[in-house]
């Protein structure tokens, strides 16, 4: 039996979905093309009919997750000014909702080292997200500094590495104490910021 153009896209969509989840859940490598139909509720038999490889689907999961996590960190600070966006931001990012929401947070906390040990299609869309996430908070601190990219990249680690680490102890309260740790450093890295 044929479907119809959009029903594929739509199982397309549905199976990049599951893998999303999975992948951030137990990682790539553990993260079967089974597990992932299964959460798509499909059979493995499918998968080829729309992606060519495992890769290839964890090359375009990156790119949605990269872009579903920057749309739900950045809800509504567009109306904020640049440096009130960079600090409501760095606040998002570095918060113990955002360390909860492995899910539908951003995505290189959890898969960063798995990239790092992926095919060139991974470590292109992790490089494209990275690129225009600098670019972003360049754009924010241009008015500040003239080594505004040099800042940008370091923000960038900072969220990246504290989320990473308060993700990673079981003390609660200690991962509380690194996402803080971390924001004021940042706040105070930066110079004159909104409270």
């Not at 920057?70 to 960079?86: F, I, K, P, T």
């Not at 990012?93 to 040990?117: F, N």
Request: aromatic share 8%.
């Amino acid at each position: 039996m044929r479907y119809s153009a959009d029903r594929k896209k739509e199982t397309r969509a549905a199976i990049i979905q599951a893998a999303t989840n999975v992948f951030k859940e137990i990682g790539f490598q553990s993260g079967s093309i089974d597990k992932v139909m299964d959460k798509a509720g499909m059979t493995a038999g499918g998968f080829y009919a729309h992606f060519p490889s495992k890769d290839q689907l964890f090359a375009e999961t990156l790119s949605k997750a990269f872009f579903d996590a920057e749309a739900m960190l950045e809800e509504g600070l567009d109306e904020s000014d640049d440096s009130a966006w960079v600090n409501n931001f760095l606040r998002r990012y570095m918060s113990r909702a955002h360390r909860k929401e492995i899910l539908r947070g951003c995505a290189i906390p959890p898969l960063v080292s798995e990239v790092s040990r992926a095919n060139e299609p991974a470590k292109q869309a992790l490089e494209n997200y990275f690129r225009s996430w600098r670019s972003k908070i360049k754009s924010k601190l241009a008015c500040k500094k003239e080594k505004s990219q040099r800042d940008a990249t370091a923000l960038i680690a900072i969220c990246l590495g504290a989320m990473s680490l308060a993700r990673a102890v079981s003390d609660e309260a200690l991962a509380d104490e690194i996402l803080e740790d971390c924001f004021q450093f940042s706040r105070e890295a930066l110079g004159e910021m909104p409270k």
